[in-house]
């Protein structure tokens, strides 16, 4: 039998090279299990779930043998297994000790650890093994193989139950030298996998505190386990799960806390305090809900569907359960995932009965407003708004839909035979600042004329209904764009699902030209699509579209492979129009000095699937850049939108640095093109935090936390420009990238310029199509 790298499961492709361009650590854990010690092996599932409820990363199961039954028992207690065959045959060419001993070959099948691949770090954790604690620490590691010393032998050798392995280690090479080891018997009769590593490593790794395998020899004469044990660790013979040994009664007492029944372990997970992570509690909570019928649990399992995008199933969840009238909560999150598919009317529905309770009220009036402002009734949308207000004079929803609803459109000045429709997020004050400036932008790539004379407003969250075809058909053409249209989260509708609300067959009885301009598949890293309705509305809109670009070739390849092969043709590359403002704005001339300044933006909306478990790590790391950045010119925050002033917040209460904050989501269109054009360098996480800047000629670095900034910085072939915020030289990265740009900076600008020129090549012949499709 021969084994090569044990690589994660196919389906997982696309999201692999998503980490591939942002870099993210891919972390799992594993552990070697076998029917003698399968009851041990569910009880650490049971303890790593309740003492981290937060964490769940991939298991990888290694094992020989086992039964069906015994997987579908680990299937029950965690939603990512992966199940790894050990290369049985590779370790009876090991020299030392007795081949057919159970223990020595269980030992040997430890070692195929070092074989899985795709992952950044792995974790391996016995199966005599309980988590009491905290492994946040473990989690964050980044370099190195770590693990506790041995307990009897000191500081040099490591006990093999607990491993924390960086990628350098899962290689091939490392492989090769515990082969050449193990089959040489060059080393000491070790429980054999720690007289292997200990043989290679020859006491290379990283010391861990002893609590992080706090083994029970340390308990004899039944000694209470310390408090801050986080992982104890049932070493020698006798397992608590074989009737245990004598003088470790209090420690076997830990034990028997996870030895639970499925229905006992779901309660008690449900009922912990505080965050829970998503699979765990959709895993755990669905059969909950099903067995008993518990409406808070439904709640919870709903809201974790709708915050992951799966609004059907959210649907399908509270719908199975009763909800008493005088249940608020319920209702309110059952109204939001209705709304969330179009299922308007029931939603208001379940809405209206949660004002009924103070607790909910506010929220639930201002998803009253968003339901009537996206059927374009604005005077219904103020009266819930203003309700929500009344309620809760604080509640910043209700407060922005009152505004939204209340907002006087302006006159249009043009005959709508002169107009182009312009379908696009047009955003509300104090909203992100790289969208509010992107429909003038876009309209400048047609012409100089971006007022109403020559436009006709539609926007994308709005219901695409009869009256709005009526208008869009009465003008030129239809201008879908720009911006990243295509995500499932922002403002979620079940017509097509993604940011325009349009029903199909509306779309098909558009009966102008269509031009999809400088759009973005803006899907994070780990964030997945309804792909059956986004598929189905996505093919429909190339078919019916004229004219199809798309801002960068990430997405390109993106939406081809969600087509079929007969449109591949009619996708093509669109730069952002952002990215050649110097030739688009009529009359824009470059400044004639700069700021000595350094504009810094980081972005934390969907912050877990930016940073995963590396924020502390990012945050350290970003304290140590401004420091040193401060040798090269004033450094400072621009935020594009509030939150993004969170990092000047973090900076100064975690690092003890002030950094003055620039608030761009409250300029005006031409101030923010002023700021980014009169700067020396902007450092910037969000994607028109490196595109605006760049198309004002000004020297980018992007912080890629996104598959989109590596996909804009491959298109301008100029990849270096990039550093991944989970970089493990992110500070010294960020200063000697950030010194070369700025050593001379003329040169610099001369190639952000040369760089742009490319881009306007593409926009000025698509300009030319697009001239013969919708006229001048």
Known sequence: MTMTSLTPDASQDSAI???ALTGKRRVAFASFVDENYLPGFLALLRSLALSNPEVCEDFVVLHDDLRPGSIA?????????????????????????????????KAYFILDVFRIRGYDTVITLDTDMVVLGDLSELLSLREGLAAVPQFFYGQHKLNSGLL?????????????????????????????????????????????????????????????????????????????????EAGYSLAEQRWREFELPDAEFHAAYLAREGALHHDLLVHYGTPHVARTGDVEVARKVAAAHIAAGDYQDAVDLLSSVHIPVDEAWPHEV?????????????????????????????????????????????AQALQHATAGLSVDPTHRPSRLWAQRAAAVPGQEQGAPEDQLAHVAFYMDRQGNAGDKLLPQSVRSAFGPDTTSRRWHSVH??????????????????????????????????????????????????????????????????????RAGRFRESLRLLVEQSSFFGLRNHGSIEKVRAMLPARLHDKIRFQPCPTTVTRQLVPGRQDPAGRDDTILINAAYDRAGLRFGHDYGYFLAQMATAVKDLGDLGDVRCVAHSLDDEKIAFDLRREH????????????????????????????????HAGMIPFGVGTPIISLISHPKMAYFLNDIERPEWGVSVHDRHLAARLVERSRDLLADHAKTVADVHGRQQELWKVTEANAADLRVLLGD
């Open 17 to 19: 090279d998503a980490r």
């Open 656 to 687: 003890g640095i002030s950094m003055p904050v620039i608030p761009m989501y409250d300029f005006e269109n031409e101030e923010i093109l002023d700021v980014y054009a009169r700067t020396k360098l902007v450092i910037g996480m969000r994607g």
């Open 164 to 244: 924390v392995i960086q990628r350098e280690y899962l290689s091939d090479e490392f492989c090769d030298r515990l082969d050449r080891c193990g089959r040489a018997g060059d080393y000491e009769l070790d429980k054999h996998d720690q007289g292997i590593l200990n043989a290679v490593l020859d006491g290379d790794f990283v010391r861990l505190d002893a609590r992080y395998n706090f083994v029970k020899r340390r308990l004899s004469g039944d000694l209470p386990v310390p408090e801050d044990t986080a992982i104890l660790h049932f070493t020698g013979r006798h397992k608590p799960w074989q009737g245990g």
């Open 73 to 105: 028992r680990i299937r029950a207690l965690h939603p990512r297994i992966v199940l790894r065959r050990v290369d049985a045959e590779r370790y009876d060419a090991y020299k030392k000790g007795d081949q057919d001993n159970y223990l020595v070959r």
């Open 460 to 529: 994308a969250h709005r219901l695409f209904d009869e009256a709005a075809l009526r208008r869009v058909n009465h003008r030129r053409g239809l201008v879908i764009g720009g911006g990243g249209l295509f995500i499932p989260d922002t403002m979620p509708n079940g017509n097509s699902a993604w940011q325009w609300n349009v029903p199909d067959e509306l779309l098909r009885r558009v009966d102008v030209p269509i031009a999809v301009f400088a759009v973005g598949f803006n899907a994070f890293d780990g964030q997945s699509y």
């Open 334 to 378: 059952l109204g939001h995932a209705l709304m969330s598919v179009s299922r308007y009317e029931e939603a208001r529905a379940q809405l209206l009965l949660a004002t009924a309770a103070p607790n909910r009220a506010a929220t639930a009036y201002a998803r009253l407003a968003q339901i009537s402002w996206v059927h374009g009734d604005n």
